[in-house]
């Protein structure tokens, strides 16, 4: 007798399929587990990121910021405030200029020095922040020391070439009182190398008194303005319609006067010597445009003037 179910079709073992529709099944779902898995994983790795990114660019547009703040520029013989505006293209002119630099400049505006440092296009104190170091980051502590270590050497390098600088400099400006000397053997000298224009006593409304109490040397802004004399400065700043001016007492109890320089180069109480750089020419004050006006006083105040032209020629000078 034929054994039961020989010819039967043989059943598929369910437990079979169960194993490759759960192993079918789950390749399907793994897939999909993997992908989310690493999107959010990119998701999370991405805000980290991207503040660096965003760090970097604020502190190149800082650093650019800074770069256009901090212009630094030094006065030299011959500058006056808006002329360094036109020069360096100071947004506002001289008033923005002398704004900025207040602390610098001082109440008169008129009145700046060679050696004087100016902050072009934004305020000092903005320069002075602009210049303070950035904070070193801490996922790299090694690094940022050595660097603070060589952000030390610069400076103080940086500092020991600054003073360098500035004592060349304080050399050089003190240079022409050293080698100046008179043009006559009379121990007088011209106030300066260049023609007279308007003469002593020239009649006309626009002085005060009537009359021009001094003489006019044609003299283009920053030409050297000598004291024609040996003596002692009374006076030395600012002189109302005169502009800056430098007021000497001569050894004879004279005085010469010297108004709308552009700088001065002495101060009061100094003792100079004829020949010695006492200024610059220029046009403060009432002034219509770059000269030396010129005076000889009996006393050191407006209204005591004498012909200016004939007390240097008695001095021996040729004018």
Do not use: C
């Not at 007088?188 to 002593?200: E, H, I, L, M, N």
């Amino acid at each position: 007798m034929p054994a039961k179910g020989k010819h039967r079709r043989p059943k598929n073992n369910p437990i079979s399929r169960g194993f490759i529709a759960a192993g079918t099944g789950g390749a399907a779902i793994a897939l999909p587990l993997i992908g989310a898995t690493g999107a959010h994983a990119a998701e999370k790795a991405a805000p980290a990121a991207a503040p660096q990114a965003v760090s970097a660019s604020a502190h190149t547009t800082a650093t650019q910021a800074a770069t256009r703040v901090a212009r630094t520029y030094t006065v030299v013989a011959g500058d006056y405030l808006s002329k360094i505006a036109v020069e360096h293209h100071v947004r506002g002119g001289w008033q923005r200029l002398y704004k900025d630099n207040r602390e610098a400049v001082g109440d008169n505006p008129s009145l700046i020095h060679p050696g004087l440092k100016l902050t072009l296009g934004g305020r000092g104190a903005a320069h002075r922040s602009a210049e303070a170091p950035a904070q070193p980051s801490s996922s790299s502590s090694d690094d940022s020391s050595s660097s603070a270590d060589s952000a030390d050497s610069s400076s103080s390098d940086s500092a020991s070439s600054g003073s360098t600088d500035e004592s060349a400099a304080s050399t050089t400006e003190q240079a022409p009182a050293d080698t100046a000397a008179p043009s006559t053997g009379s121990g007088f000298t011209a106030p300066v190398d260049g023609p007279t224009s308007t003469p002593y006593r020239a009649s006309g409304s626009s002085w005060a008194s009537g009359y021009h109490t001094g003489v006019d040397f044609s003299a283009s802004s920053g030409t050297s303005v000598k004291a024609v004399g040996d003596g002692t400065v009374v006076t030395a700043g600012w002189g109302g319609s005169y502009g800056n001016q430098v007021v000497i007492q001569h050894s004879d109890g004279m005085y010469s006067q010297y108004a709308h320089l552009s700088s001065l180069d002495v101060s009061e109480g100094q003792t100079v010597s004829a020949g010695q750089q006492i200024g610059l020419s220029g046009s403060t004050g009432n002034s219509t445009g770059p000269h030396l006006h010129f005076e000889i006083r009996t006393g050191p105040e407006y209204g005591s003037d004498v012909d200016p032209v004939a007390y240097l020629r008695d001095h021996g000078v040729n004018i």
